[in-house]
């Protein structure tokens, strides 16, 4: 399935203007011994783009079309939008060559490289993307430890910063789920049911702190322990494309981040990027949720539930 890019919303993000690096590879002259030109000339004119995290595309739009201008300016390539309805769609996408590049997070990465092969191109940092695990303040768990033969909730299965990096947290105090500890994973009511007095903990991304003490009430829970820094969502690439063509997008992102980034947040609905970078991605970055796959009890990633 090709979608073609759609211009039928007016552009919120003028990129006409904007002194982007990336199309250097198409000015007149460019030596044929040209980096840029030899990575551009390596990936096809047209390229297909989505977001694992989005599905339709009116959404697509929406999110990602100022991102897409932007790009087209930077790369000097048609960029299409490809919208896709689940991460199994997005590695048949992959692996058919019917998508080019995909913005993902780490745990869906993990499945995407053992199933498709997909080439990490450029890592998104995410100040603060971290887990916590939580409990009661008048609790006297003080310490992972404490949670043995207790109950902790999580968010849905595969959240990364909710569901794997808690149970990645259990496993490192020595804590095995379904075994030393139980682990329920809840989703969207996590919260609710926490706060009517379910399980003993609840372990879910920093950035829920917040939330779960206005819905529970101010000094109503404390940290039990706060995890180290997530692997970061990442822009991933075909493995048909090729080297040449990977590293020459990962050159035009990096060189282009702060326009491209603004695009990204321009549209209210990527908040979470608003202090992000780009970064070289390494697939070894992702070895952590790998870890945390196996803490869950998905050795074989590609069963990890939709």
């Known amino acids: 399935m090709r979608v073609s890019k759609t211009r039928t919303l007016p552009a919120l993000f003028v990129v006409g203007a904007l002194a982007l690096t990336g199309c250097a590879s198409t000015a007149t002259g460019a030596s044929d011994a040209d980096p840029a030109a030899t990575g551009s000339a390596a990936c096809p004119d047209v390229l297909r783009f989505s977001d694992t995290g989005v599905e339709g595309l ?3 739009v929406v999110e990602f079309e100022n991102f897409r201008l932007a790009f087209e300016e930077a790369t000097g390539k048609d960029i299409e939008f490809y919208p896709i309805s689940s991460r199994t769609a997005a590695s048949t996408a992959l692996e058919f060559d019917e998508i080019d590049l995909l913005l993902t997070g780490p745990a869906e990465y993990v499945v995407l490289k053992q199933e498709a092969d997909a080439l990490p191109v450029v890592g998104i940092t995410r100040p603060g993307y971290r887990s916590i695990i939580v409990t009661r303040s008048e609790s006297d768990i003080d310490e992972l430890s404490d949670l043995e033969n207790k109950t902790v909730i999580t968010k849905e299965v595969g959240s990364t910063s909710g569901h794997l990096g808690p149970l990645e947290m259990l496993a490192d105090a020595g804590l095995v789920a379904g075994e030393t500890v139980d682990v329920v994973p809840l ?22 702190f917040e939330e779960i003490e206005a819905e529970l009430g101010e000094g109503s829970i404390k940290v039990v322990a706060e995890g180290p820094d997530l692997p970061n969502d990442l822009f991933v690439a075909r ?15 990096t060189d282009n981040q702060q326009v491209l980034l603004d695009a990204i947040t321009s549209t209210g609905e990527s908040d979470k990027y608003l202090e992000s970078e780009f970064l070289v991605a390494e697939d070894a970055d992702y070895d952590p ?18």
């Open 289 to 306: 949720t790998r870890s945390a796959f196996v803490a869950a009890g998905y050795e074989d990633f590609a069963q990890l539930p939709e």
């Open 58 to 60: 009116e959404t697509l």
């Open 187 to 208: 989703g969207a009511t996590r919260i609710e049911a926490f706060g009517a007095g379910e399980g003993d903990a609840l372990g879910t991304g920093l950035s829920d």
């Open 239 to 253: 493995s048909a494309l090729g080297e040449n063509c990977a590293d020459w997008l990962q050159q035009t992102l």
